[in-house]
């Protein structure tokens, strides 16, 4: 059985108090770590203090994105190396908006994934189509593709353990969620490509999180498809309330 992770992407969001206040408003009222994985995926800027403030509960943390090099002269950039330090279990890779608007290339995001990889943190690696490719009918191939650039060289191993996130470019941020059976559908896509890549034992292992528009109201019918392990939410993860409902279906 796959163990459900609900992950909030909280993208360029919040001050530093904003992001405290979160977690203290959250931290002892989230389900255990033994049923849901938890997490939020903060500005890098906040992890520390937030780590701090987590300590001794089920509450996990994410960083939105990190560059595939641990140190060296890259202005700007995050290592995945300082991330790791800081005790914090996921890195989000490969997310639309990170594609879109810095040009990031599926190359880019197998290097990041297996840069944090083996930095001993685990990628949630996006994936998803436009609109124009959805109404083209081409979802399975684009993913299939996306996919399988993304996990390339990868052991079997490795992929088991790592966290891949379908989530249709046309329903992020707009409301518009894709139906359950097309989010079941499109995350199977993705399992039958890490099955065609590394075979059934690891396909079933892998969790595959549908993100796009997820609320409380609908995350329990996402959650009750087969191929749906968790969610990766923009919105509605940005107040305590509301984060805390998208729990509500364990
Ligand atoms: C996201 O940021 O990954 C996302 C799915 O956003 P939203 O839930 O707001 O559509």
Redesign the pocket.
Known sequence: MRKPIIAG?W?MNKTLAEAQAFVEAVKNNIPSKELVDTVIGSPALFLASMNELRQGTDLQLSAQNSYFENAGAFTGETSPAAIADLGIEYI?IG???RREYFHETDEDINKKAKAIIANGVTPII?CGESLETFEAGKTAEWVEGQITAALKDLTAEQVSNLVI?Y?PIW?????K?ATAEIADDTCGVVRTTVEKLYGKEVSEKVRVQY?????PENVAEYMSKENVDG???????LDAESFLALLDFV
């Open positions: 992407n993208k989000i997310h639309s908006e996006c996130a989530e329903a992020i941020g707009t409301g969620s993100g796009g528009s997820v609320k969610a990766l939410v923009g919105g509605a993860s």
